[in-house]
T-cell receptor
Framework: AQSVTQLGSHVSVSEGALVLLRCNYSSSVPPYLFWYVQYPNQGLQLLLKYTTGATLVKGINGFEAEFKKSETSFHLTKPSAHMSDAAEYFCAVSRGGGADGLTFGKGTHLIIQP | EAGVAQSPRYKIIEKRQSVAFWCNPISGHATLYWYQQILGQGPKLLIQFQNNGVVDDSQLPKDRFSAERLKGVDSTLKIQPAKLEDSAVYLC?????????????FGPGTRLTVL
C-alpha cells in the first residue's frame, strides 16, 4: 500500500518569499511522484512529476521538486512567490501492481500575503 | 486539443435516490480514471479502466457504485442508492497509456450534494 503525507494544511508566505510545501510518501516499490495544483473551481493541473533519472525536477510556473529516496520526500519549492500561486497543492504517488491510479495527500492550501 | 469533459457540473439529490455522471476523455487516451474528492481531502481513486476493461476497482464501494466504459471511450459512474456521505466532487481523468508515470489529465468535476 502507498500513502502520502503533506505537512501543513495551510501555508502562508509573503509575495516574493520562498515557497516550500512538504510531502513525504511511503511506497513498497520505486515510486512515481507528482505535484498537482487546483485553482478554485478548476480541475487539477500537473505541476511536475518524477519518474526516473534526475532527482531535481523542474515544472511549470517556476516550481521545482527534489526526490530524496533516503528521506522518502518530494518537497515542492519556488524561489519567489507570486499572488497567482495562491491555490491548493496536492502531492501524489502512483500506485504499483500494474495499475497507476494516484494516491493523493490531503492537500496544502497556499496563501500569498501581499 | 479538447480536455476531459464531464457532465453535469452540479447535481443535488436526496438520499436513497440514484445519480449518474458522464465523462468523455481526451481523444486517443486509453486509460480512464474516476476519483472521489470529499471536501478538505485529496482525491481518492474509485476505478481505473484500460480501454473498456477494469484495471483497478479495489476502492469502489460496489454495493452502491458502478461504472462502465462501453466501446472504450465515454464512461459513466452511477450511485444507487446515494447516501449523505457520497457528497463530494467526482473527478474523471484520462491518460495516454498504462505505463506508470503518465500524466493524468483531469476534468472539471461533478459536484454532488446529497440531502
Amino acid at each position: 500500500a502507498q500513502s502520502v503525507t503533506q505537512l501543513g494544511s495551510h501555508v502562508s508566505v509573503s509575495e516574493g518569499a520562498l515557497v516550500l510545501l512538504r510531502c513525504n510518501y511511503s511506497s513498497s516499490v520505486p515510486p512515481y511522484l507528482f505535484w498537482y495544483v487546483q485553482y478554485p473551481n478548476q480541475g487539477l493541473q500537473l505541476l511536475l512529476k518524477y519518474t526516473t533519472g534526475a532527482t531535481l525536477v523542474k515544472g511549470i510556473n517556476g516550481f521545482e521538486a527534489e526526490f530524496k529516496k533516503s528521506e522518502t520526500s518530494f518537497h515542492l519549492t519556488k524561489p519567489s512567490a507570486h499572488m497567482s500561486d495562491a491555490a491548493e497543492y496536492f502531492c501524489a504517488v502512483s500506485r504499483g501492481g500494474g495499475a497507476d491510479g494516484l494516491t493523493f495527500g490531503k492537500g496544502t492550501h497556499l496563501i500569498i500575503q501581499p | 486539443e479538447a480536455g476531459v469533459a464531464q457532465s453535469p457540473r452540479y447535481k443535488i439529490i436526496e438520499k436513497r435516490q440514484s445519480v449518474a455522471f458522464w465523462c468523455n476523455p481526451i481523444s486517443g487516451h486509453a486509460t480512464l480514471y474516476w476519483y472521489q474528492q470529499i471536501l478538505g481531502q485529496g482525491p481518492k481513486l474509485l476505478i481505473q479502466f484500460q480501454n473498456n476493461g477494469v484495471v483497478d476497482d479495489s476502492q469502489l464501494p460496489k454495493d452502491r457504485f458502478s461504472a462502465e466504459r462501453l466501446k472504450g471511450v465515454d464512461s459513466t459512474l452511477k450511485i444507487q442508492p446515494a447516501k449523505l456521505e457520497d457528497s463530494a466532487v467526482y473527478l474523471c481523468a484520462s491518460s495516454f497509456g498504462l505505463a506508470g508515470g503518465n500524466e493524468q489529465f483531469f476534468g472539471p468535476g461533478t459536484r454532488l450534494t446529497v440531502l
